[in-house]
T-cell receptor, first 110, second 114 residues
Framework: GQQVMQIPQYQHVQEGEDFTTYCNSSTTLSNIQWYKQRPGGHPVFLIQLVKSGEVKKQKRLTFQFGEAKKNSSLHITATQTTDVGTYFC??????????FGQGTTLQVKP | DGGITQSPKYLFRKEGQNVTLSCEQNLNHDAMYWYRQDPGQGLRLIYYSQIVNDFQKGDIAEGYSVSREKKESFPLTVTSAQKNPTAFYLCASHDDRVSNQPQHFGDGTRLSIL
């Protein structure tokens, strides 16, 4: 079945450093969604990318969708302690379900 | 406020016992989902329902059962056949009348074995 691979699984950074998580699929994706889950919380929707090569920004977060629509990335510039959590990518399957990546857990040292 | 309510927040199961996790939404969404999350892991789909009185198995349905008698409600029963039920259970819904809509999650239920 369709799979979405996400790397790295964990990332520890010093506050102020940048952070990037990557999502890859062997098949072309119709869209990619990104969610953030704070420790002890539930996933919260951040953004959706639909177009080939699309780039969207939310303050210090930059989201990209690859030209072939098989990969995506989330980049955080100058991390803060409030960025701590697990970031998931998710792609829509042809049955309407979301296929989630394994998530990247970000730890930020103050 | 519209949203998804899961209860209880914490649940303990005894050996051989069935337990039911509640999920209610007032977002008027047709599609509802149950996920299991183990520590440090991603979300694995247990069951989903796209319309009242209909539901489909996800990737890890064994040992679980669901019902969808009302649009607002999608309870999950963890049966005694589920030998390793300790996990964080998340319920979600989304508006599938419009394409590519995000999923909205409840606060989750943490289930442990006594």
């Amino acid at each position: 079945g369709q799979q979405v691979m996400q790397i790295p699984q964990y990332q520890h950074v010093q506050e102020g450093e940048d952070f990037t998580t990557y999502c890859n699929s062997s098949t072309t994706l119709s869209n990619i969604q990104w969610y953030k889950q704070r420790p002890g919380g539930h996933p919260v929707f951040l953004i959706q990318l639909v177009k080939s090569g699309e780039v969207k920004k939310q303050k210090r977060l930059t989201f990209q969708f690859g030209e072939a629509k098989k990969n995506s990335s989330l980049h955080i510039t100058a991390t803060q302690t409030t960025d701590v959590g697990t970031y998931f990518c998710a792609a829509s399957s042809n049955t309407g379900k979301l296929i989630f990546g394994q998530g990247t857990t970000l730890q930020v040292k103050p | 406020d519209g949203g998804i309510t899961q209860s209880p927040k914490y649940l303990f199961r005894k050996e051989g016992q069935n337990v039911t996790l509640s999920c209610e939404q007032n977002l008027n969404h047709d599609a509802m989902y149950w996920y299991r999350q183990d520590p440090g892991q991603g979300l694995r789909l247990i069951y989903y329902s796209q319309i009242v009185n209909d539901f489909q198995k996800g990737d890890i349905a064994e040992g679980y059962s669901v019902s969808r008698e009302k649009k607002e409600s999608f309870p999950l029963t963890v049966t005694s056949a589920q030998k390793n039920p300790t996990a964080f259970y998340l319920c979600a819904s989304h508006d599938d009348r419009v394409s590519n809509q995000p999923q909205h999650f409840g606060d989750g239920t943490r289930l442990s074995i006594l």
